[in-house]
């Protein structure tokens, strides 16, 4: 079972023909922001003339009137005599999907008990979201299990909401232990913020050459970056790693995180035999 996550810019179809229908207004809502999600800013004649080109037969009463509801809504903004799609409202569907994306891929797990299974997401923060709120339910069946972590590079925690903050905060405590291959300024200044929730943490070791994992209880992780992103994540390290500077190393870190769209196959297993060696031999590293 395969289960793939995409980004907003993938969705606008589907938001034209899934979602956008509920809107007041029907189906001249809809074609109107299919077309300035397409092109903007345009005027009320330009957005007509764009609907009636594609085959619609609607009225520039009619578009008119849907602009008037649409920005009433929240949904466009006017400056002028154009219009254009609403950021807020943008970030508030983006979320939506996000949402939508990881407690989707998150029920996946649990639907059945067949091991293992096949995830697929396209952008590291549909990774991070989706560990997030697995971590919640792994924490119900084994409360006082260590969190394993073997990471090439250590993932950024770039997160904003306050509930995300709140399961990171719960994930990465003293419960947490990780080994980390990379042994760069980058690495320390990521995992600092690991480490400031109680998470222990092991520079420089030779771990996640093939892949990245995370062990939780019975269960085992396997991230598989696709090579771009390995080579995108160590050319990002290098340069913050050599420019030291903690402002241009969160908009890099950003950019990464969120806007970079590669493949990231992740596969979940259920081995209790494999998941205590894997803890046993890890923490091996942080014995005095």
Sequence with gaps: MIFKARRLQDFWWEVGTLFLPTLEGGDTCSLIVKTLSEKQPLSAKQIHAHIKADGALFSYQAVHKALQKLQADGVVEKEGKHYSLSKNWLDGLKQFIDASTRKLARASLFLDDSWPKNLEFSRLIELATFCLESSSEFTKLFPNATKIGHWKHIWPSLIFSKDDYTKLKSMANENCVGLVNGNSFADKFIGGYWEE????????????????????????????????????????????????????????????????????????????????????????????
Excluded: M, W
């Design 197 to 288: 929730f109680g998470a222990k943490l092991k520079y420089g070791v030779n771990c996640a050459s093939e892949c990245d994992l995370i062990s939780f209880g019975d269960y085992i992780v396997y991230v598989y970056f696709s090579p771009d992103l390995r080579k995108e994540f160590n050319a990002v390290y290098d340069r913050i790693s050599k420019t030291k500077k903690k402002d241009f190393a969160l908009q890099e870190l950003f950019d990464l995180v969120h806007h970079y769209k590669t493949s990231i196959r992740v596969v979940v297993n259920k081995n209790a035999a494999v998941a205590e060696q894997i803890q046993r031999e890890t923490l091996k590293y942080f014995k005095k």
